[in-house]
């Protein structure tokens, strides 16, 4: 096939966003990807998402079977334009992997997943969303502060979990001004964290739980930005996956069912993420990730090795899934 893969070039978002840059600054992921579709025999084209990308694939629209969009960055750094995409190639009728504009659109929106989440019973923490700092609230501490439009870890820092409304109007604000957003003020759930993923036709990979055992006993056990990002960091050593968790059936079962029920409430499809936190036996979901990182070494691919695929099998089952899909659509 032929199969043209989108993407952001991070390293001027890097040059152009702000100083203090955070998130992935390279597209080794999408790099990944491209080689494993090579080594599967497709063709592979690239398209930067900048504002030539519409005209672009409509001119080259015969020559494209498929889309692996990879544009989990919006447009210049702005992530509220990551579900225009979809919506040009919907526009366009091409075929891509991922979630469609509305799902990227809910699911972006953190606040938004956690009412509908709530509203279909499906358990999460509490919380509140803060548009000035000021806002009253009747949750007890300890809480966490979060922006309520990024992923990726983005402004989640040791300063994000507050024990006391000093600190947390501190940190609502802060958040606020330095991102430019509001602030999701969560009930803090002081337990086991897991992963769960999906690929292909809701096929569910091996339970992940991230673990951290070695941090030192004075920092908040959380997947902070630099667990994630800084290699040369203590909580980046020492915030662990395991893969497959060590977990009872009956809790994994419960993972595995609420991961299926969320995903498919908000639409996702062919390849996506529910991250729980786990008070004793009672789950809570802390989101919905429709487009997860898909490299080499994070966790979604550590969850397919661990029930034996390779690199080159996981970007199959998701090219696959579309396919199906299409298939399933189109008039008889």
């Not at 919506?87 to 992997?97: C, H, R, S, V």
């Amino acid at each position: 096939m032929k199969i043209a893969v989108i993407y952001t070039k991070r390293e001027e978002m890097a040059e152009s966003y702000h100083e203090d840059w955070e998130g992935r600054d390279t597209n080794d992921d999408a790099e990944s990807v491209m080689k494993a579709l090579k080594e599967l025999g497709h063709e592979v084209k690239v398209y930067y998402v900048d504002l030539d990308l519409f005209e672009s694939l409509k001119r080259d629209k015969k020559d494209i079977d498929m889309v692996f969009n990879m544009c989990d960055d919006g447009f210049y750094s702005d992530p509220e334009l990551e579900p225009h995409v979809p919506a040009m190639l919907d526009i366009l009728e091409i075929p891509y992997t991922g979630g469609d504009y509305l799902t990227l659109a809910l699911t972006l929106r953190k606040a938004m997943v956690k009412k509908i989440l709530i509203y279909h019973d499906l358990p999460t923490p509490r919380f509140k969303l803060f548009e000035t700092g000021d806002e009253s609230f009747d949750m007890g501490f300890p809480l966490i502060v979060k922006p309520a439009l990024e992923d990726a870890s983005i402004g989640i820092k040791d300063e994000s979990v507050v024990y006391d409304e000093e600190k947390l109007r501190e940190r609502v604000k802060y958040v606020i001004k330095e991102y430019e957003q509001p602030a999701l003020v969560e009930e803090f759930i002081d337990g086991r964290e897991f992963n769960v993923g999906v690929i292909g036709d809701n096929e569910i990979l091996p339970l992940s739980e991230i673990t951290f055992d070695g941090l030192p006993a004075d920092k908040p056990k959380i997947v902070n930005y630099d667990a994630k990002w800084k290699e040369d960091s203590i909580d980046y050593k020492e915030t662990r996956r395991s893969c497959p968790a060590k977990v009872d059936e009956i809790l994994g079962n419960k993972l595995r069912e609420l991961a299926l029920k969320a995903g498919s409430l908000f639409g996702c499809r062919d390849y996506f993420r529910v991250d729980f936190r786990v008070r004793g036996d009672e789950p809570f979901i802390l989101e919905v990730n429709q487009s997860p990182d898909i490299s080499e070494d994070a966790g979604l691919f550590a969850m397919a090795q661990a029930k034996g695929y390779s690199y080159k099998d996981l970007i199959d089952k998701i090219i696959t899934n579309v396919m199906k899909r299409e298939k399933d659509d189109s008039p008889e």
